[in-house]
């Protein structure tokens, strides 16, 4: 599975960014797609994972704040990330998973400045 991510960057608190990030070469389908993120210092941790079926599931420092979708047609998940705060400053990463395997992408960084 190869995976291509786009988005990030810099943004400043209480700002907005848009993460993107593509699947393909998978015979099957990507039965969950998701998003992590691993501050400096910090373990990787869940941001948020939709189902192909759109169920939602997000880490509670980001409800209300983000929100993930997916278009199933181009194996494609977003994450819109809305007043952004210092902390969510992160390596963000794609992730994807299939009935035979679990497939991360090579990671964006998202830096919030206050």
């Known amino acids: 599975v190869q995976l291509q991510a786009s988005g990030g960057g810099l943004g400043q608190a209480g700002g907005s960014l848009r993460l993107s990030c593509a699947a393909s070469?998978?015979?099957?389908?990507?039965?969950?797609m998701g998003w992590y993120r691993q501050a400096p210092g910090k373990q990787r941790e869940l941001v948020a994972t939709?189902?192909?079926?759109?169920?939602?599931n997000y880490a509670d420092s980001v409800k209300g704040r983000f929100t993930i979708r997916r278009d199933n047609a181009k194996n494609t998940v977003y994450l819109q990330m809305n007043s952004l705060k210092p902390e969510d400053t992160a390596v963000y990463y794609c992730n994807v998973r299939t009935i035979l395997a679990e497939s991360w992408g090579q990671g964006t960084l998202v830096t919030v400045s206050s």
């Open positions: 070469g998978s015979r099957f389908s990507y039965s969950v």
């Open positions: 939709i189902t192909s079926g759109g169920v939602t």
